[in-house]
């Protein structure tokens, strides 16, 4: 039977980890936890729950969560966020595989927003790769989003159950996240020489914002998915408003 390692990054995670390693009970052989530099309860939280906790400087996503991976001592490894947790269906659906693990395994992922789980809006099921063997996938990207990178001849089946993701619990933590998600995007941009037009700036947040709403039939999530659609569509356009004002100052140089 193949051990698996959970590993999971912190930063000021008090409020969400103790739910999240609740949820590896019984599934993962041991438990990594990363943090950078948390000063609320994580660390404490996590010691009583006799995980394996390290202290590291953040070095990006990628990176920090290939550092944590490194130190795993299992032949898989199963990559959570902090904020998300094994459903009961999930545990049940991975429990009986450690006894075969081959390749990769892929789950869905259900978002919480302000208490609203979130099936439309593009959100569901947001499918992730993240249980994988230790030594064939590693996490690649520098901005807004990780990608986990497998070897091309793994094998990767899907099982049933959802990462119950808790991410956003607030309209104004959704914003504030949405605002930081585009800075980064812009950045990302930015980095690749794309430049900001016009009608990218007036077309892309209506175009994203009928996608969501109507194509991805947000509307089914009532008031939390017009919310979702309204400011993804405004990230959007802040992402290419960034873009213009960086583009601005290397003119200037």
Known sequence: MASVSAVIITLNEAANIGRCLASLKGVADEIIVADSGSTD????????????????????????????????????????DADEVLSEPLRQAILPEKKHLSGAYSFNRLTNYC??????????PDRKVRLFPKNQARWEGE??????????????????????????????????????????AAEDLHN??????????????????????????????????????YFSAQANYLRYKKLQKLNAADALR
């Open 41 to 80: 309860d994580t660390e404490a939280i996590c010691r009583a729950s006799n995980v394996r906790f390290f202290r590291v400087e953040w070095l990006g996503y990628s990176q920090t969560k290939n550092w944590a991976n490194d130190l795993a001592t299992g032949d898989y490894i199963l990559s959570l």
């Open 115 to 124: 208490g609203h789980w979130v099936r439309y809006c593009g959100w569901y």
């Open 143 to 184: 901005f807004v989003h990780e990608i986990l990178q497998t070897d091309s001849s793994l094998n990767i089946r899907h099982l049933s159950g959802d990462i119950l993701h808790y991410s956003y619990n607030s309209l104004a933590d959704f914003k504030h996240r949405m605002d930081r998600y585009s800075t980064l």
């Open 192 to 229: 690749r020489g794309k430049k900001a037009s016009w009608w990218k700036l007036v077309f892309s947040p209506l175009l994203k914002f009928i996608i969501l709403y109507f194509v991805r039939r947000g509307f089914l999530d009532g008031k939390a998915g017009g919310e979702i659609c």
